[in-house]
């Protein structure tokens, strides 16, 4: 896909272009004290420095968050959608992993 | 081998009936994604190219008040167009062959940014019209199919609602003052209210695309829709402000229970959308100049980058 577009562009540009295409880092933020961290986006940046300043200025505008946690996206591994299935569907039947799966009295307190 | 390929589009449409977002990895049609691609990349150009009519009223804001509003603004729509690009980059396209789509002049951004803003009154304009407009637009779009757009979409609109604000007030403040001051209002209004209707693209019947983008869930609403429920609501804006909508035909209808409105220039569109409105060249010469003015940063950032790793690497063995 990209190939075909870089096709409209002059060499120039192109040459340019390869040099300065920064890491594409995502972004957690933890929002508030006691609260785990939370994937809000993500961003360029040449470093992990400028990955967590670039941070600050686009996803905490507004006071959003007290922590931020920078990744380079290449870093992150993540399961396969197709896969779903083999991975998800063996916890499907096994609702005695619930507590409302036990039947107690009402009269039962405190458990 | 058809017959797969046509259950993985009837699996896909599925999931989009039952109202699942579509996730980055997910499979999906070739052409959902492009009209993503598409739709998400001209939504974050028009962001960025957005900040240049109003840019240029931040050095001329009429005191501290406006202007740090103004500059807090044009800052949030770096943001938005931030987030944007980030949402398009998820569906295989990557950051700079979006910036070389839009400085070929490939990719289009909205055509309102091509208009002039001379005035003071034309910021109040903007805040009012053209961001009112856009947040009809944008509202719906946080329920859209794809999930990372429409995850920045909900960003986008929590901080989209004090523009709007922000561009009224400079309008009261307008209706409240000098007879120069009130004509300075009625005239931005009258330059920005149909460019603003026109924000809403070309009519249902010549919007061959819109059919597709609502059964994928992408678009909520036609853009015919979207253009009535601003003309029902700017009318009764409008008369807080006490100015008149540049319309002669614009009348309530009792049995439709919405104002009639006149018909759209729909020339001027397609002459703007073709690249001569008023200013396409300068604000695409805009944003080519910052793009090529900014290259030795970008290449000084990533020298600097690759220096301070090499020496932590080097200290590492060392140590």
Not at chain 2, 105 to 129: H, V
Not at chain 2, 131 to 158: E, F, H, T, W
Not at chain 2, 268 to 280: D, R
Request: charged share 25%; with cysteine; net charge neutral.
């Amino acid at each position: 896909m990209n190939t075909c577009a870089h096709e409209h562009l002059n060499t120039f540009t192109q040459q340019k272009n390869m040099k300065s295409n920064w890491p594409l880092w995502e972004v957690f933020i933890r929002s508030k004290q006691g609260l785990s961290h939370k994937h809000v986006g993500s961003l360029h940046a040449a470093d992990e420095e400028m990955a967590i300043q670039n941070a600050r200025d686009v996803y905490t505008r507004r006071n959003e968050g007290i922590s931020i946690w920078v990744v380079e996206s290449k870093h992150i591994t993540a399961s396969n959608p197709d896969e779903s299935e083999s991975l998800y569907d063996p916890a499907n039947d096994k609702v005695y992993r619930h507590p409302t799966f036990y039947d107690l009295p009402d009269s039962l307190k405190h458990i | 081998m058809k017959d797969n390929h046509i259950s993985l589009e009837d699996k896909f449409q599925a999931t989009i009936d039952a109202e699942v977002k579509i996730e980055p990895k997910d499979w999906m049609p070739d052409k959902y994604r492009k009209t993503l691609i598409r739709q998400i990349s001209q939504h974050a150009h028009s962001e960025i190219v957005g900040m240049l009519p109003e840019g240029r009223w931040i050095t001329r804001a009429p005191n501290l008040r406006r202007k740090v509003a103004l500059l807090a603004k044009v800052q949030d729509e770096a943001g938005h167009g931030l987030y944007l690009y980030s949402a398009c980059e998820t569906l295989g396209i990557d950051r700079d062959t979006l910036f070389e789509q839009l400085h070929s002049g490939k990719a289009k951004y909205s055509s309102i940014f091509n208009y002039p803003t001379i005035s003071w009154a034309d910021i109040g304009a903007i805040g009012w019209l053209v961001d009112g407009a856009a947040i009809m637009n944008q509202v719906p779009l946080c329920r859209c199919s794809y999930g990372p757009y429409a995850r920045a979409m909900v960003r986008v609109c929590k901080e989209e609602s004090f523009h709007q604000r922000q561009g009224f007030e400079i309008l009261l403040t307008l209706s409240r003052g000098t007879d120069e001051q009130k004509r300075m209002l009625q005239n931005a209004i009258d330059r920005w209210w149909w460019p603003s209707m026109m924000m809403f693209g070309p009519s249902d019947g010549d919007s061959p695309n819109t059919q597709q983008s609502m059964k994928w869930k992408i678009k909520r609403f036609t853009n015919d829709e979207l253009r009535q429920k601003f003309v029902d609501v700017c009318y009764e804006q409008a008369k807080v402000l006490n100015v008149t909508l540049p319309d002669p035909d614009i009348k309530w209808n009792e049995e439709r229970g919405h104002y009639d409105f006149g018909e759209i220039n729909w020339d001027e569109f397609w002459n703007v959308v073709k690249g001569n409105g008023p200013c396409n060249k300068q604000r695409l010469n805009a944003r080519r100049k910052a793009w090529e003015d900014g290259a030795w940063v970008r290449e000084a950032a990533v020298a600097y980058a690759e220096k301070k790793a090499a020496r932590k690497a080097n200290q590492t063995k060392v140590a």
